[in-house]
T-cell receptor, first 111, second 113 residues
């Protein structure tokens, strides 16, 4: 089955800096790659997703890039703010198969 | 927002007891899931139902039994609770299996003493 690895496990940045979280996957059939944000004590919520026919997607300060050849995708957050502090999960999903989540990255944005 | 709701929010119980967690979604989605999030925050899928049919059954003890009375509900029953069952359990739903965003419920924090 699919195997998703996520790095780093913790990331601390200064407010205003950029943050990058990277994930690799093993199943070349995976074609949907969502990113979820989970604030302390809350539910995971989708912040951005990308499908395998697209190399990059941007939504305001958040962007995701996908390299299908290398089987990795990354989340980029620019101009970080304290409210960006949370745990971020990547996931990969082969067609008609389950979601495989990464192990999570705890992002701490220091004011 | 009450798109995906779970009850109870907190559940404290003793080892050996049987307990149930209920989940309901009002989004008209076809697929529902149960996840377990342990103390290290790792999200692990347990079960998935599509139109009331079981399509994923991960390697979980058979003390865990999901039940889907209809498309909008997926309940989780746990028999003979053990200390290691302590975790946060999330229900989720999506329009179709694996192709779209999953909407998570608020979670149920289960503590087994």
């Amino acid at each position: 089955g699919e195997n998703v690895e996520q790095h780093p496990s913790t990331l601390s940045v200064q407010e205003g800096d950029s943050a990058v979280i990277k994930c690799t996957y093993s199943d070349s059939a995976s074609n949907y790659f969502p990113w979820y944000k989970q604030e302390l004590g809350k539910r995971p919520q989708l912040i951005i997703d990308i499908r395998s026919n697209v190399g990059e997607k941007k939504d305001q300060r958040i962007a995701v890039t996908l390299n299908k050849t290398a089987k990795h995708f990354s989340l980029h957050i620019t101009e970080t703010q304290p409210e960006d502090s949370a745990v971020y999960f990547c996931a990969a999903s082969p067609p008609f198969n389950k979601f495989y989540f990464g192990s999570g990255t705890k992002l701490n944005v220091k004011p | 927002d009450t798109a995906v709701s779970q009850t109870p929010k907190y559940l404290v119980t003793q080892m050996g007891n049987d307990k149930s967690i209920k989940c309901e979604q009002n989004l008209g989605h076809d697929t529902m899931y149960w996840y377990k999030q342990d103390s290290k925050k790792f999200l692990k899928i347990m079960f998935s139902y599509n139109n009331k049919e079981l399509i994923i059954n991960e390697t979980v003890p058979n003390r865990f039994s999901p039940k889907s009375p209809d498309k909008a509900h997926l309940n989780l029953h746990i028999n003979s609770l053990e200390l290691g069952d302590s975790a946060v359990y999330f229900c989720a739903s999506s329009p179709e299996f694996s192709l779209y965003e999953q909407y998570f419920g608020p979670g149920t924090r289960l503590t087994v003493t």
